[in-house]
């Protein structure tokens, strides 16, 4: 049995998304780990006091999680408003969460300018993505938490069975 997994709370069916919906996820595992004690769940927008709803928001120009950490780029709702500093301390809050829970893994939705941790879009706001890692998704990985996106749950499977 491996350790605990950080997952995102709307993966549980939360309505916590940008929208004010959840994104349940449905796999015999996560009920099992849930059954087990083994899941530790957060939104990390909430975890940074940003509303339900709230407006969509995507990383600038293309940039990932990593440039934004590093101050490369910016968090941009789709109104304009820079929720950067919020992103971070979303992040900040879900690795210190994650940290205390004892967390070796993170199972998160992809897509996310948090959680995203194969492909993000692309800061336009029309549907494109590509290639990258959201914030929060950056920083569990730079802190030796093994990530996987919600279409990975097989291969998080086989690494925790």
Known sequence: MGGKILISA??????VRYDGKGKLLSHPAIERWKNEGRLVSICPEMAAGMPVPRPPA???????????LK?????????GGDVT???????????AFAQD???DYALLIDGSPSCGSVAIYDGSFSGLKHAGNGITAALLAQAGITIF?????????????
């Open 58 to 68: 995507e990383i600038e120009n293309g940039a990932s999680g990593l440039d934004v």
């Open 10 to 15: 709307c993966l549980l069916g939360h309505g």
């Open 149 to 161: 996106s919600h279409n990975q749950i097989e291969q998080l499977v086989q690494l925790t069975e």
């Open 71 to 79: 101050g490369r780029a910016r968090v941009l709702e789709i109104t």
């Open 101 to 103: 829970n004892g967390c």
């Open 85 to 95: 500093a919020e992103f971070i301390r979303g992040a900040q809050k879900a690795l």
